[in-house]
């Protein structure tokens, strides 16, 4: 695989905060470490140090990436394991991944396009991981450098193109960085002070009943509250001013369906409505990072934008965020 010796752009970072808040019960799992008669089922993860609820990042991350997936529609071209699929661009540049192999070595077996990761929305927001089973324009291959470790593989004509089989993709990093999400001091106060048997949190008692045989098998679930509120924080790493509004309309819609849709387990039954409120924008370019030292005590480099009160105000005055954008970054 030849090596890229060009450095990624780093223009600045761009910040979102807001207060997430649950509307109904939330169960993100943390795993039980002990069966007890009559305990938990399920019970939701937890700070090691404060014992306080939270809600990882890694799981409003998958959810947004779900959901941005069904909004721009893109194909299920890699296996996820336990029967499921999901998209990844197989590389930087655009290629064909091999999702069935053909039974003989001149027939055609299933191939679905993606699209490379310089370009994707879903890849270069979230990251990618290159493939093992995909091919390339052979074409494409001699301008990328990859056409000489691979060019004894096999070659074959895939929607009128001729492709070469590349062994190993290129990954390429994630911009977008979602923090775990810990409540705000006022809701963890108030959690303090229910009384439910459990620190923080509620059980919800659910009982499903076979259709067949009318045998209940009862269970007993953890869930934080309705009503408590956390500290939700992303970041999103500046590398292409032309792709910046789009990257951030994708994000501002994702996060509008996330609220018409669930964060958690067991959505379908009620859990896990959530509300976002009090979008804050930020943004520091490189040249600010670099002059920090010198910047006078109590002035901050960052250059906020004026709160938004909800995703739909959000949807609403997107151009207000996006003259905000554009008069911050730097000229081509």
Known sequence: MPVSYEQKPLLGKLTLTSQLSAETGLHIGGGGENLDIGGLDKPVIRDPLTKYPYLPGSSIKGKLRSILERLLNKPLNRSGGSGTWRYESDDLNDGFTEVEKGRSEVEEGRFIAYEGARTCQISRLFGSTGGSNFWMPIETAKEEGLYEENKNNRTFT????????????????ARLIIRDCHLIPESAEKLKQVDTGLYMTEWKFENGIDRVTAAANPRQLERVPAGSKFQFELVYTVENKNQVIEDLQNIAIALAILEDDALGGHGSRGYGKVKFENFRFSYRSLEQYRQMTSTPPGKSALQPLETIPNTQALLDNFGSLSEYVNRLLPGD
């Not at 001729?162 to 190993?168: A, G």
């Open 158 to 173: 895939i929607k009128n193109q001729n492709c070469i089989k590349i062994n190993r993709g290129r990954n390429a990093p």
